[in-house]
């Protein structure tokens, strides 16, 4: 049976240790480090997201900047409010919620973001400071994944990483960070032809595909190393909703070195990054 990595343990440790500086900060420089977290519509994952963002929030001593817009929201009114947040001297992190209703232009939200306040890391000069190695805000879901496997202790040099998805928030920036780790990395997405012959050769598998438990046992090397970044809403057959991975977890578990459970893996992870992050700008302000 797989290792379980602890995404929870790791997030309450590095959640406590984020709290502690955030006070001795706060003391210093008066007032908190804000976020303000930009939600469009009633993606499920997002509102998993929100509801412990705030909480981490309260408890680190971040305040948050919640809005919550309906789907019929217009660009022209977030560009406004990305404006009003760029220029608020309390806000120190922005985050936007992705994925946006199709008739809203994320990109040109994105690049409106100040990069200094970009706490997911998604404006261009900051992946454009990650395609060169250098030091910048990461997105939060990537880097909460290289923690999980640093705090694993696995080895990453020179294994073969398979990386399932190709998204922005996720897919790009995790597969760039293993590439900075030494991996020999491999991308698969919905075009790629023969996709469990490439996955069955990884020792490490990210899987981040939105596909509720699409990657089964017969997909996985044994003794691999397995991060399911999936977070899916399903019904189960009594009705009732619950959360579940991209990863069969039952089947994988079974042929895995080491695996992250959802809830409980990557999920609270990117809530610390996110965390992170705001403390890291906050700081920066301050201290250059
Ligand atoms: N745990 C967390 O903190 C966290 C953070 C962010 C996202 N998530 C979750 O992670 C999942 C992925 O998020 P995302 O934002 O990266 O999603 P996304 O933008 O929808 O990207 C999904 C990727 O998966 C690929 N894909 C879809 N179906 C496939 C298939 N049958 N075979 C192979 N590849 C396939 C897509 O390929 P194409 O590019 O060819 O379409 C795409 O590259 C979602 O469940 C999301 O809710 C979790
Ligand atoms: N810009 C942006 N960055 C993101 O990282 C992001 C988005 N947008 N949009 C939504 C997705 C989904 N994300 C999530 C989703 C859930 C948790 C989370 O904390 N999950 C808990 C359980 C939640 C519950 O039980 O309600 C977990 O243990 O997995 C974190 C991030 C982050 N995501």
């Known amino acids: 049976m797989a290792v379980i990595i602890d995404g929870k343990a790791l997030a309450k440790k590095m959640q406590s240790a984020i709290a502690a500086e955030v006070a001795q900060l706060q003391a210093k420089y008066g007032r908190p480090p804000g976020l303000a977290v930009l939600m469009v519509g009633d993606n499920p994952a997002s509102a998993a997201y929100v509801k412990n963002k705030e909480t981490a929030c309260l408890r680190a001593g971040i305040t948050s900047f919640g809005k919550h817009f309906p789907a019929s929201v217009t660009q022209s009114e977030l560009e406004q409010v990305i404006d009003q947040l760029n220029a608020d001297d309390r806000v120190d992190g922005i985050l936007i919620q992705l994925p946006l209703p199709e008739n809203l232009d994320a990109i040109a939200l994105l690049n409106r973001l100040a990069p200094e306040k970009d706490a997911d890391g998604l404006h261009p000069n900051n992946l454009g400071k990650l395609v060169r190695g250098e030091d910048g805000l990461r997105s939060c879901t990537p880097a909460g994944v290289m923690e999980l496997l640093a705090e694993a202790k696995i080895d990453i040099a020179g294994k073969n990483a398979v990386v399932i998805g190709r998204s922005i928030l996720v897919g790009k920036p995790v597969a760039l960070m293993l590439l900075e780790k ?107």
């Open 182 to 288: 030494n991996a020999t990395v491999t991308i698969v997405h919905s075009r790629t032809k023969n996709l469990a012959e490439i996955t069955s050769k990884a020792d490490i598998l990210i899987a981040a595909i939105g596909r509720p438990e699409m990657i089964t046992a017969d997909m996985v090397k044994p003794d691999a190393v397995v991060i399911d970044v999936g977070i899916n809403r399903v019904t189960d057959d009594a009705g009732k909703s619950r959360l579940v991975g991209d990863v069969d977890y039952a089947g994988v578990s079974a042929v895995a070195s080491h695996i992250t459970p959802v809830p409980g893996g990557v999920g609270p992870m990117t809530v610390t990054m996110l965390l992170h992050n705001t403390v890291c700008s906050y700081r920066r302000k301050f201290i250059q």
